[in-house]
């Protein structure tokens, strides 16, 4: 009997599984607080398997298992499943690009002929989200918090540029944000809505993580920068906010379909 091929990915917020059937790649989340469940999980599912965890916490996953795992380094992982979406979905990246990994955090990394070398981060990313949204509005459910910021409006909280330039052509795109919840901390006739503060929590996180690829790519001498991460699904806001952030920026966006699963991926490739 053939092994399935798992790869899983154990992150701080979520653990992502890729296995594949029958020639076919199948995906499947777990909240990271609930390891036990993803043991259960495998138990039930296959009889006879071969896996590779990567992420964070990939020992805590790998102790709860009662066989031997093969583990790889989570970079890598995520760099490896990367070139493998792309040519599935002929995307053509070239030879080298940006990656922001827009996961509980970002983690960025520069890869040329697929191989990558991490140069930055930040702690801003789908964590920030959870957590802002439950400081500000109460909220603490992901799908909760992104459908609620659909109807948002980032200019009743965010400063723009051309609200500091009051009266005159400021020196450049008036559209800009010039100060992420400015408004706030003026006096305004009436409180946000919650849909308001959660649109500018995705706007700054955006913006944040834009604006750290975007120097990078200059210094990298790279027009291309590829967003991944699980803080994406099924977020439009946020997706819609750095791509036309980043075009602003004269660099070139692009999104991986599934892409949150990189790191799975390229765990399941790295097996036998």
């Known amino acids: 009997m053939n092994k399935t091929r798992i790869g899983i990915d154990a992150g701080g917020t979520l653990v992502k599984v890729a296995y594949q059937e029958?020639?076919?790649?199948?995906y499947q989340t777990f909240p990271s607080r609930k390891m036990d469940e993803v043991v259960s999980w495998i138990y039930d599912s296959f009889a006879n398997?071969?896996?590779?965890?990567?992420g964070g916490k990939n020992q805590v996953l790998a102790n709860k298992l009662n066989f031997p795992v093969e583990?790889?380094?989570?970079?890598?992982?995520t760099s490896r499943g990367v070139g493998f979406l792309a040519?599935?979905?002929?995307?053509?990246?070239?030879?080298d690009f940006i990656l922001a990994n827009v996961g509980t955090g970002t983690s960025i990394h520069y890869v040329m002929d697929g191989e990558q070398q991490r140069i930055g981060g930040t702690g801003v990313g789908g964590g920030t989200l959870l957590g802002l949204s439950y400081l500000l509005t109460g909220k603490i459910d992901f799908n909760e918090i992104v459908q609620g910021s659909n109807d948002g409006n980032r200019e009743n909280v965010d400063l723009k540029v051309k609200e500091i330039f009051e009266g005159v052509a400021p020196p450049i795109s008036g559209d800009l944000t010039a100060s992420n919840f400015g408004k706030i901390g003026s006096l305004i006739q009436e409180k946000?809505?919650?849909?308001?503060?959660?649109?500018?929590?995705?706007?700054?996180?955006?913006e944040t993580v834009v604006t750290i690829c975007c120097q990078a790519a200059h210094r990298y001498h790279t027009n291309s920068i590829v967003y991944i991460g699980s803080t994406f699904r099924s977020n439009p806001l946020l997706k819609n906010i750095i791509e036309e952030y980043t075009i602003l920026r004269e660099k070139r966006p692009f999104f991986l379909e599934d892409g949150e699963f990189s790191g799975a991926i390229g765990a399941l490739l790295t097996l036998n």
């Open 87 to 95: 040519r599935q979905y002929t995307l053509s990246l070239g030879n």
């Open 22 to 26: 029958e020639d076919q790649i199948k």
């Open 49 to 54: 398997h071969k896996i590779c965890v990567t």
């Open 192 to 206: 946000p809505s919650t849909s308001d503060m959660l649109a500018s929590i995705i706007g700054l996180i955006g």
């Open 71 to 77: 583990t790889m380094v989570e970079f890598d992982a």
